[in-house]
T-cell receptor, first 111, second 114 residues
């Protein structure tokens, strides 16, 4: 049972480049979310989904897109990377009103 | 609106002494509350959760937390710190309405001195 799998673990981008962070879960969870973690700020919600075909914005959605075509996958797209998007990104999945399970994170640096 | 406040950004204790990490929450409803731990360069692991059952919640690795509605607190404790407890700890509240999202505190870094 792999849980929540994120790829890649590390990435360096140049300003203006685009990329997709992958997230997959094998627990058949309805809810999936993307967070970014910055020093002293905890985890902030970027986008979330309550089921296949349904997505919505969190606290800090600007510069990111998501889609949820299947229950298992929830990719995060950076449209045009900026240095302010340098962060550690976590994907999570859960059932309603239960705890979240997190991936191992993606450390992204934008230069 | 839901939110949590972790009252200390950094706590330092000696090995073998008690640990207290403080968390206050704000919620318009009966919340679900969680504590997660993050070791350096690792993901987040659930320590314990409160979901309106017993107010004293026991978690992994000897940690406990007590839900106090009158004080809107959910402090994390451990009787005796171990070197392996050195990590970042996050208090989290769940919004029971709508999308049921999780809201994180800013974290408390625990240092354990040998």
């Amino acid at each position: 049972n792999a849980g929540v799998t994120q790829t890649p673990k590390f990435q360096v981008l140049k300003t203006g480049q685009s990329m997709t962070l992958q997230c997959a879960q094998d627990m058949n969870h309805e809810y999936m979310s993307w967070y970014r973690q910055d020093p002293g700020m905890g985890l902030r919600l970027i986008h979330y989904s309550v089921g296949a075909g349904i997505t919505d914005q969190g606290e800090v959605p600007n510069g990111y897109n998501v889609s949820r075509s299947t229950t298992e996958d929830f990719p995060l797209r950076l449209l045009s990377a900026a240095p302010s998007q340098t962060s550690v990104y976590f994907c999570a999945s859960r059932r309603p009103n239960t705890e979240a399970f997190f991936g191992q994170g993606t450390r992204l640096t934008v230069v | 609106a839901q939110s949590v406040t972790q009252l200390d950004s950094h706590v330092s204790v000696s090995e073998g002494t008690p640990v207290l990490l403080r968390c206050n929450y704000s919620s318009s409803y009966s919340p679900s509350l969680f504590w997660y731990v993050q070791h350096p360069n690792k993901g987040l692991q659930l320590l314990l959760k409160y979901t309106s059952a017993a107010t004293l919640v026991k978690g992994i690795n000897g940690f406990e937390a007590e839900f106090k509605k009158s004080e809107t607190s959910f402090h994390l404790t451990k009787p005796s710190a171990h070197m392996s407890d050195a990590a970042e700890y996050f208090c989290v509240v769940s919004d029971p309405t709508g999308a049921n999202n999780l809201f994180f505190g800013t974290g408390t870094r625990l240092t354990v001195i040998p």
